[in-house]
């Protein structure tokens, strides 16, 4: 193999990675539904609406291939929802349909590389269900969702021990457990809130 041949063959091999990362139209979605659910969870209806249209755009960018296409058809049909929703100043339903949309993302993103592991961004979603249980008086939706930030907890801090992000590792320990014994709506919200600030700390350090 002459030289410029194996210089072509090492270019196509270092581009192989970024075939497989997420395409940025889905994490313009996923970033755009995190501000939406929050700018509705605090009734903040200018911001809303804005992230409602850089959601709408994001997703006409997104490659029309994408699998599964459950995930892809549901992730559709709740941008396109949300309009109404938006328009209407419906805090819960666009709270839940947010959140919904990071679901989807969740569930399309599993295919592509990531450094991030797959129980952040659940951890994530889970928080903000948390504060949808808070925001509709939920109790048996909160239950089951502090339930599921144990079971992804369990599974990811022997990974974030082992990089040694100990101080994150006790912080959300913390939290996990004070959840699980918390009886008033309040606690629930102010530890679903400390459990997200967590969260994105440890994404923006994974990443």
């Known amino acids: 193999m002459s030289v410029l041949h194996l210089f072509i063959a090492l270019l196509l091999l270092q581009s192989v990675p970024s075939a497989d ?17 929050d700018a509705a969870r605090d009734s903040r209806w200018t911001a809303a609406q804005d992230q409602l249209q850089t959601l ?25 929802e949300l309009a109404d929703m938006v328009a209407s100043k419906d805090r819960v339903r666009t709270m839940d349909a947010a959140n ?28 903000r269900q948390v504060e ?16 599921d930030i144990r079971q992804a907890w369990n599974e990811l801090q022997p990974e974030l021990e082992g990089r040694g992000h100990r101080a994150d590792v006790r912080r959300m320990t913390d939290i996990v457990v004070t959840l699980e014994g918390a009886t008033q709506l309040n ?21």
Do not use: M, W
Request: hydrophobic letters at 40%; zero cysteines; proline letters at 5%.
């Open 56 to 80: 709408q755009q994001a997703l006409e960018d997104l490659p029309t291939g994408i699998r599964p296409t459950d995930e892809a058809t549901s992730l559709r049909r709740r941008v396109h």
């Open 187 to 207: 606690d629930d919200d102010s530890l679903a809130r400390a459990e997200l600030g967590v969260v994105s700390h440890l994404e923006a350090e994974l990443k």
């Open 132 to 147: 949808l249980g808070v925001a509709t008086n939920n109790r048996t939706l909160i239950t089951r969702a502090v339930a």
């Open 100 to 127: 919904a949309i990071t679901q989807s993302v969740i569930g399309l993103s599993v295919t592509f590389q990531s450094r991030v592991p797959s129980q952040i961004p659940r951890l994530g979603y889970l928080g």
């Open 21 to 37: 990362r997420r395409p940025l139209a889905l994490s313009e979605i996923d970033d755009s539904a995190r501000y939406l659910f």
